[in-house]
Each structure stands twice: as C-alpha cells, then as structure tokens.
C-alpha cells in the first residue's frame, strides 16, 4: 500500500510564504514524476507545479517566480517552497506522484488527501 501525506498548510496573510511537504511511504520501487495540484471551491483542481525524478520542472504560469517545487528522492519527499502569496492562491493543496510499487508493475498515480492553504489578513 502506498499513502501520500502532506504537511505544512494553514493560514497566512498576503504576502507572506509557506512550505508544503509530502512523503511517499509504503511499499514503493520507483518515483517518477512528483507535483502538487490545487483545487478552489466551486472549481476545477489545477496543476501548480510538478518534478520529474532527473530534476526539471513546471509550472503553473500563475505561479512561476513566486513558487518553486522541489525533490529529496531519497526520502521520497517532494516540497513546494510558496512565497509571496496572494488571497487567489487560497486552496486545497494535493500531492501527486507517479510510482511504481514494485520493478514488474506498470507506473500508477496516486493522491494524497490535501492540505489547506489560505490566504487571508
């Protein structure tokens, strides 16, 4: 079984940063592509930015300057550095990953359950 955990939302007034990090634990033989997608109410869940397992990335283009995403693949975390931050960026944060469980499986996508972000004085 694989779980995704996400840490570090919460409140924060414009302006000011936050660091979301997310583990990949459980039985796991290879990352591939790692990201984090956001969902607003009443719309529809959007990728922020993303990190293939050599290191490029991408982003949002509503982000990009402001946020940077990151990787440790050893620890199978991946992290996403939000600075600068304004009230439209107020969400649900997701983690995503593309992985494989063990060498003969294909490659599968997996959520974690989301944490918080909200930008408000």
């Known amino acids: 079984q694989v779980q995704l955990v996400e840490s570090g939302g919460g409140l924060v007034q414009p302006g000011g940063s936050l660091r979301l990090s997310c583990v990949a634990s459980?039985?796991?033989?290879?990352?591939?592509?790692m990201g984090w997608y956001r969902q607003a109410p009443g719309k529809q869940r959007e990728l922020v930015a993303a990190?293939?397992?050599?290191?490029?990335?991408t982003y949002a283009d509503s982000v990009k300057g402001r946020f940077t995403i990151s990787r440790d693949n050893a620890k199978n975390t991946v992290f996403l550095q939000m600075n600068s931050l304004k009230p439209e960026d107020t969400a649900v944060y997701y983690c995503?990953?593309?992985?494989?469980?063990?060498?003969?499986?294909?490659?599968?996508?997996?959520w974690g359950q989301g944490t918080q972000v909200t930008v408000s004085s």
């Open positions: 990190i293939t397992s050599g290191g490029s990335t």
């Open positions: 459980g039985s796991i033989f290879s990352i591939n592509a």
């Open positions: 995503n990953a593309d992985l494989k469980r063990h060498y003969w499986e294909v490659v599968r996508n997996y």
